[in-house]
T-cell receptor
Framework: GAVVSQHPSWVICKSGTSVKIECRSL??????MFWYRQFPKQSLMLMAT?????????EQGVEKDKFLINHASLTLSTLTVTSAHPEDSSFYIC????????????FGPGTRLTVT | GQSLEQPSEVTAVEGAIVQINCTYQ??????LSWYQQHDGGAPTFLSY????GLEETGRFSSFLSRSDSYGYLLLQELQMKDSASYFC???????????FGTGTRLKVLA
């Protein structure tokens, strides 16, 4: 199956700093990638849709100026959490799909962010 | 609004059969997917129902009834490794944007 990687797998940062998370599709081209956030023992919440070469589409309630998304190529999307605060501590997961009739999304291994 | 409700927890013994239900209150879901997630891991795809009816994949089967806004995941011959969280996910109007259900934590006992 298709493989999606994320880097870093975990990161600890101080309050007020920014953190960048990378999501790569390793063996297929992903025109669309999705970013999710998951708090402990909760479901995945879709944050935004990342489209190659265009602006990301954010879900209601997600601050686009705080969670900057860039999808510079068909294999790479980045999520930057700006001016992080402890409440931003969460598990961030990206997914990608080639789609075109295939509805399966391939998830990255996730990035655990802890803001101190 | 759009929401998919699941039981929070299900417990069963090894070798048994368990059904995890998913009821949704929305219109416009193109299909229903099921994902498995072990603690600390990424969700992995189990099945997808684009049409009403039963889809079978090995020990796992999934069912969808659009008229009842209801689906379920059936796990047979339970194994200890099946202990995980299971999520249904609706594809919003064929946009490939998934809304995930509340999740069900399955515990398989020896």
């Amino acid at each position: 199956g298709a493989v999606v990687s994320q880097h870093p797998s975990w990161v600890i940062c101080k309050s007020g700093t920014s953190v960048k998370i990378e999501c790569r599709s390793l063996d297929f081209q992903a025109t669309t990638m999705f970013w999710y956030r998951q708090f402990p023992k909760q479901s995945l919440m879709l944050m935004a849709t990342s489209n190659e070469g265009s602006k990301a589409t954010y879900e209601q309630g997600v601050e686009k100026d705080k969670f900057l998304i860039n999808h510079a190529s068909l294999t790479l999307s980045t999520l930057t959490v700006t001016s992080a605060h402890p409440e931003d501590s969460s598990f961030y997961i990206c997914s990608a799909g080639a789609f075109e009739g295939d509805y399966e999304q391939y998830f990255g291994p996730g990035t655990r962010l802890t803001v101190t | 609004g759009q929401s998919l409700e699941q039981p929070s927890e299900v417990t069963a013994v090894e070798g048994a059969i368990v059904q995890i239900n998913c009821t949704y209150q929305t219109s416009g879901f193109y299909g229903l997917s099921w994902y498995q997630q072990h603690d600390g891991g990424a969700p992995t795809f189990l099945s997808y129902n684009a049409l009403d009816g039963l889809e079978e994949t090995g020990r796992f089967s999934s069912f969808l009834s659009r008229s009842d806004s209801y689906g379920y995941l059936l796990l047979q011959e339970l194994q200890m490794k099946d202990s995980a969280s299971y999520f249904c996910a609706g594809d919003r109007n064929g946009t490939y944007k998934y809304i995930f259900g509340t999740g069900t934590r399955l515990k398989v006992l020896a």
